[in-house]
């Protein structure tokens, strides 16, 4: 590992600018950086440590309008009252996120901002179009936990489980920086096609300082699946986060959110129109999922996981509809 400085600055003007310096990054919880720097990915000038921002750690509720510091803990996500009663799916993803250790240190900053977990990425062996190579390496390798939407040129799936809950809900992302702005969260992740050396829209010096949350719609309910391919800890197969503003049965309006099965989070704009306007029963889920995978484009080892994103998806809306915890 190459030797980096140490910085800990103690207000967000002093970390924008000395994340201004070149070759300096973030350091939130470590949980991804940490395993950037001992897998040779990255080899900063400089780390500037998160830790002592004042008021990032904070999570507030107030007129239903959820306020989340970016150094909040998933583990504190996951365990707040207040916002397990106002947006209970964000607890869920973030409570079913990784292990309860990992959740302890890992900040909800770090997790918008954490690289894909794709094995060619992470190795060096491997330089892919995301380190500048000519090739995306899971084209024609093992790709069987890889993208099966906009897959062509970097099949690498974006890490982050808790972000679509969060879509789901309409979350923006404050990030301060040069010039302090707010941002859509739908809108903060890059597609490959527009760059495929980043996943976020953020330029150097920026940082993230938090996330608000708009109060639910009356009548909204919602639900929130992870998809693992073993009872313990794992990554997900296909995560999905349903949003739902209900008329008795019939559904107003739906947001979808399709975690782990493209680049970056999925809205199933086809499965919403089925769904606004109808009746939410067992063949409206049903053919709101087949909507969603109709575009789908599997590479060689990874059918599978369109064929569980369509149960997974059917079984989320019913459960959405029900008001029932997944
Ligand atoms: C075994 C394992 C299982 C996991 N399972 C899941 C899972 O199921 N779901 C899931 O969502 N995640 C999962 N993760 C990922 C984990 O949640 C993230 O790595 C973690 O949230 C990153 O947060 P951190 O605070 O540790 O970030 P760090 O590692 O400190 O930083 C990550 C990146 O974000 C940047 N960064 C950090 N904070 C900021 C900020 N405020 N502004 C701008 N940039 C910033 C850093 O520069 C770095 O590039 C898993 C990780 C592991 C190791």
Avoid at 94 to 116: K, S, V, Y
Avoid at 172 to 179: H, S
Avoid at 187 to 199: H, L, Q
């Amino acid at each position: 590992m190459k030797n980096f400085e140490w910085v800990q600055p103690e207000t967000v003007a002093d970390a924008v600018a000395a994340l201004g310096h070149p070759g300096a990054m973030a350091l939130a919880g470590g949980v991804d950086l940490l395993d950037r720097l001992k897998e040779r990915l990255d080899s900063p000038s400089r780390l500037v440590s998160l830790r002592k921002l004042p008021n990032l750690s904070e999570i507030k509720v107030a007129g239903g309008v959820a306020t989340i510091g970016a150094n909040v803990t998933l583990a504190r996500l996951a365990a707040d009252p207040a916002l397990q009663k106002s947006h209970r799916i964000i607890s869920d993803a973030a409570g079913h996120a990784a292990t309860p250790q990992l959740r302890a240190m890992a900040t909800i900053g770090g997790n918008l901002a954490q690289r894909p977990r794709c094995w060619y990425f992470r190795s060096e062996e491997f330089v892919c179009r995301k380190k500048g190579g000519a090739e995306c390496f899971a084209q024609e390798g093992d790709n069987s936990m890889h993208a099966v939407f906009d897959n062509k040129l970097c099949a690498a799936t974006h890490p982050s489980t808790v972000v679509t809950a969060l879509i789901a809900l309409g979350a923006r992302v404050t990030i301060a920086g040069a010039k302090a702005r707010e941002v859509e969260l739908a809108s903060f992740f890059v597609k490959p096609e527009t760059d495929v050396r980043r996943e976020v829209d953020l330029a150097s010096g920026e940082l993230i300082t938090g996330l608000s949350v708009p109060a639910s719609a009356a009548n909204l309910r919602t639900a929130y699946t992870k998809q693992v391919a073993k009872q313990s800890f794992d990554w997900p197969l296909v995560d999905v986060a349903v949003a739902l503003v209900m008329d008795g049965q019939t559904c107003r309006q739906a947001t979808i959110v399709l975690g782990a099965v493209a680049p970056t989070p999925r809205r199933a704009v086809e499965a919403e129109r089925v769904l606004a306007g109808a009746t939410v029963d067992v063949l409206a889920a049903g053919r709101a999922a087949r909507a969603a995978i109709a575009s789908a484009s599997p590479l060689a080892h990874n059918d599978h996981k369109v064929q569980i994103l369509e149960t997974v998806l059917a079984r989320t809306i019913m459960n959405a509809a029900a008001g029932r915890a997944s």
